[in-house]
């Protein structure tokens, strides 16, 4: 729940609209510049942006980089969170001309003779503009989000992200939401990058313990669809490229929990390769690594349980 009082929910919501009023009138490289532009100005001006994102990068990549290699990655970090919301206006206008002008597609051979299956992505380059490119090239696109607290916003951004046919799945409760869609042939997206408050495994994301939601495996041992990776970042240019990576290999020995723990950290393990190709590009500024004391009570109820003889 959002610490932030009704009535500042209710003025910061009101902003990201007008915000996105203006955005979506401008160019498209000036509306990217602005978006770049607020997001220095964002850096500069609030010390938990900044703190955060080189918290975690210290976390992640210890001595492997010098502090202003962080700082540089941690600045860069949140000019590109700036250009994705200018850039989210754009989302009801993504159609085949808008991607033929914009968005480069490597790997949609992976995509041959399936209908539904799981994509996993993370909070990383334009994250906001994968699944309505999706549905440019195939029917049935559908997303796991989790509505944001202001009401007018949360409406708002959903009506924006529906608007040229992709489905938006809550992400409270959606596990039956998803395995039906997926048996009816969508390609449903879910980042998977953030700290989940339940249904998680213990798994190490840059060699650093933390928590990761098990959705992905339990839908693909339940409908027997691939899980692949997904990513859409910026280029140089300015323009996009989407990824569609290889289905993922799952492990299937018979134990269930084994199963999900390790299947889980190979999800991890192809999101982590995405991060580690465009640093820059991701969310550092979220708790990633965060404490889940709920979480780790649990876990080592499981444990005590799986090494006493008499649970069995």
């Not at 989302?91 to 480069?104: A, G, L, S």
């Not at 953030?194 to 041992?221: G, L």
Request: charged share 25%; aromatic share 6%.
């Amino acid at each position: 729940m959002s610490k932030r009082k009704p009535w500042m929910r209710r003025a910061l919501g009101a902003a990201c609209i007008a915000f996105s009023s203006v955005t979506r009138r401008l160019p498209l490289p000036l509306a990217a510049a602005l978006g770049r532009a607020l997001g220095t100005l964002a850096y500069l001006v609030i010390p938990r942006l900044r703190s955060g994102a080189v918290g975690n990068l210290n976390l992640a990549y210890r001595d492997a980089l010098s502090p202003a290699a962080k700082r540089r990655i941690a600045r860069r970090a949140a000019q590109h969170l700036g250009i994705v919301g200018a850039l989210f206006s754009r989302v009801p206008t993504i159609d085949t001309t808008f991607v033929e002008q914009h968005v480069r597609i490597e790997g949609r051979e992976h995509l041959d003779g399936v209908e539904g299956a799981i994509l996993i992505g993370a909070h990383i380059g334009n994250w906001e503009w994968m699944a309505p490119v999706i549905r440019t090239f195939r029917d049935k696109a559908a997303e796991v989000v989790r509505p944001l607290d202001d009401p007018a916003l949360a409406a708002y951004v959903d009506d924006t992200r529906r608007g040229n046919g992709v489905v938006t799945i809550p992400k409270a409760g959606a596990g039956r939401d998803i395995v039906h869609m997926v048996r009816n042939g969508f390609l449903v997206g879910i980042l998977i990058d953030q700290s989940p408050r339940e249904n998680a495994v213990a798994v190490r994301f840059f060699d650093q313990p933390c928590w990761a939601t098990i959705a992905p495996v339990m839908v693909a041992f339940r409908t027997h669809a691939p899980v692949m990776p997904i990513s859409m970042t910026r280029d140089p240019d300015g323009d996009y490229t989407l990824r569609i990576g290889a289905p993922i290999e799952l492990t299937r020995t018979g134990c269930l929990r084994t199963d999900i723990i390790e299947n889980s950290q190979r999800c991890q393990d192809a999101i982590e390769q995405l991060v580690r190709a465009h640093p820059e590009q991701w969310l550092w500024a979220h708790r990633r690594w965060k404490a889940r004391p709920q979480l780790e009570a649990q876990w080592q109820a499981r444990l005590a349980r799986d090494h006493d003889p008499a649970s069995g």
